[in-house]
Every structure is written in structure tokens, then in C-alpha cells.
């Protein structure tokens, strides 16, 4: 009897300690954003994304994992005016050419790996866009209630090929960098 309750009691404590050591840190979505950056032959276009949801999970003062949801209807272009191209840009983003917002709402990054680095963090995990997932890794910077981190994704793995000179022969001007950036700001 003594030694179940002593089992019991060492039990509890373990269960405890792991639940007070680990911490889910929620990001503030209205104060947290992406800004995106593609590239082409003839010069780039910029916009943003703004998150569904978020966390980053630490164990003590250590980053350990996390994962974030974009709401991709949020897509907006911002180096376009209202009626000289914006709504058109857009709209070619948010169809099956690209991103494919009609069926795919969200995109999806999981932390599976985090190992201190000098400036932060050196993150490994998967993200999904348009239902593909595929694994990817960049640096990340926290501090305090804040995490930064600019990183690059090939469009190309998730099925977004148009415009790829990658696929496509004689584009000349017309073709698109297979890479786009993500500039992300989270608070917490």
C-alpha cells in the first residue's frame, strides 16, 4: 500500500512539474503580421497575410515548438492602388494559378525543432499551403513577448507553378521567381 502511494504521489509531482516547466504562449493576432515579398523578371509586388491563430510553446526559457495558422482570405497586394491593378493582382493570387483560396483558406506552420542559435533560434519544420506539406527551416528571433523572422518558400512545392521558369520555357519577361518571402513579426 505505502509503496502505490508513494508511486501515486511521485506520479502526480512528475505530471505536475511538466505541466508548470512547459508554457504555451498565445500570439496576439490582431498585433502580429506576415508581409509578403514576390519577385519577378520586371520588378516584385508586396502585400500582407494576417494569422487565424498561433502559439509558441517554451519549457522554461527555451522555445520548443509551436504552430501558426494564416488565414489566406486575408491576402491583400499593397504596392497596387484600388483600380489600377490591385483587385487584379489579387484576384489572380487567390485563384487556382496560385494559392487557391477558394478551397484552401488556411495555410499552416508547425515547429517541430528549435536549437538555440547565437541570434535566437534555428527552427525546422513543416508547413502546408494548398494542402501540400512540405518541411522547411529558417531562423527565428525571439524576445521577450516578440519573435521575428524573414524566411523564403518555394512556391513551386505546393503546386504554385505558373509563371515558373522552372516549368515553363520562353516566359522571357513574364517569368516569376519560384521563391517568395515571408517578413514575420509575432506578438505574444
Do not use: C
Not at 12 to 37: F, H, P, R
Not at 63 to 91: H, I, N, Q
Not at 112 to 134: D, F, M, P, Q, R
Amino acid at each position: 500500500m505505502k509503496t502505490k502511494l508513494k508511486s501515486l504521489i511521485l506520479a502526480l509531482t512528475l505530471i505536475a512539474t511538466l505541466t508548470i516547466t512547459a508554457q504555451q504562449k498565445e500570439i496576439k493576432t490582431s498585433e502580429s503580421s506576415i508581409n509578403w515579398t514576390g519577385k519577378k523578371v520586371t520588378g516584385t509586388h508586396t502585400g500582407t497575410l494576417a494569422f487565424s491563430s498561433g502559439f509558441l510553446v517554451f519549457e522554461g526559457n527555451n522555445l520548443k515548438g509551436g504552430e501558426f495558422v494564416v488565414d489566406m482570405t486575408s491576402l491583400a497586394v499593397t504596392d497596387l492602388e484600388t483600380g489600377k491593378g490591385k483587385e487584379k493582382l489579387e484576384g489572380h493570387l487567390s485563384s487556382d494559378d496560385f494559392f487557391g483560396i477558394k478551397n484552401h483558406k488556411s495555410a499552416k506552420l508547425v515547429i517541430k525543432e528549435a536549437v538555440k542559435a547565437k541570434s535566437g533560434y534555428s527552427i525546422k519544420g513543416v508547413l502546408t499551403i494548398k494542402g501540400k506539406t512540405n518541411p522547411i527551416s529558417f531562423d527565428l528571433a525571439v524576445n521577450d513577448n516578440s519573435a521575428t523572422t524573414t524566411l523564403s518558400v518555394d512556391r513551386t512545392k505546393y503546386d504554385i507553378k505558373y509563371g515558373s521558369g522552372s516549368f515553363f520555357d520562353n516566359l522571357g519577361d513574364k517569368a516569376i521567381s519560384d521563391e517568395f518571402e515571408l517578413a514575420v513579426n509575432l506578438k505574444m
